[in-house]
């Protein structure tokens, strides 16, 4: 299994669970590459961020639709199974709209207090959720890199 990453920043100091994920994804062979949708933070990088520097490409500053036939682009001589993305905003459109380009499931992490503006800005009806909560459209599911497709 190949999993792909569309992430807003990268390197971003803030988001260290994110980064270990990645290094988890990376260590187990499962990362096809990580997408971002803009440059990340300067300065010093927290340590393991060289690790995943060969898997990060950065989209153009253009439309969410541009970024993701970007994307598409870059996967196209790679198998991958599905695209993840964190957050459940811009990283999440381009996430959908490549895996649908590529035929691929997406999925998308997201903080407790973003998951009524992932419902509200029409990401999550897109997609199959698995919550403990149920305010999530009937059908809904939101899957971790962690987690198999």
Same mark, same amino acid.
């Given at each position: 299994m190949k999993? +792909?990453?569309?992430?807003?920043?990268? /390197?971003?100091?803030?988001?260290?669970?994110? @980064?270990?994920e990645?290094?988890?994804? !990376? #260590?187990?062979?499962?990362?096809?590459?990580?997408f971002?949708t803009?440059l990340? !933070?300067? =300065?010093?990088a &927290? /340590?393991g961020?060289?690790?995943?520097t060969?898997?990060? !490409?950065? @989209? /153009?500053?253009?439309?969410?639709? !541009?970024q #993701?036939r970007?994307?598409?682009?870059?996967?196209a001589r790679? &198998?991958?199974?599905?695209?993840?993305?964190y957050?459940?905003?811009? /990283?999440?459109?381009v +996430? &959908?709209?490549?895996?649908?380009?590529l035929?691929?499931?997406? =999925?998308f992490?997201? @903080?407790?207090?973003?998951?009524n503006? #992932?419902?509200?800005?029409?990401?999550?009806h897109n997609?199959k959720?698995?919550?403990t909560?149920?305010?999530?459209?009937? =059908?809904a599911?939101?899957?971790s890199?962690s987690s198999r497709m």
């Open positions: 999993l +792909a990453v569309v992430v807003s920043g990268f /390197p971003r100091r803030s988001e260290t669970f994110m @980064l270990g990645l290094l988890a994804l !990376e #260590a187990n062979g499962t990362l096809a590459g990580v971002a803009k990340g !933070e300067t =300065g010093p &927290q /340590p961020t060289e690790r995943l060969k898997y990060v !490409e950065f @989209l /153009p500053d253009v439309s969410i639709e !541009e #993701a970007a994307v598409r682009m870059m996967l790679k &198998q991958v199974n599905g695209i993840h993305a957050f459940a905003h811009r /990283p999440a459109e +996430a &959908q709209h490549a895996a649908r380009m035929g691929v499931p997406f =999925g992490s997201t @903080l407790r207090n973003w998951r503006a #992932a419902v509200t800005s029409g990401i999550v997609v959720v698995e919550t909560e149920s305010k999530l459209p009937s =059908g599911k939101i899957f890199p």
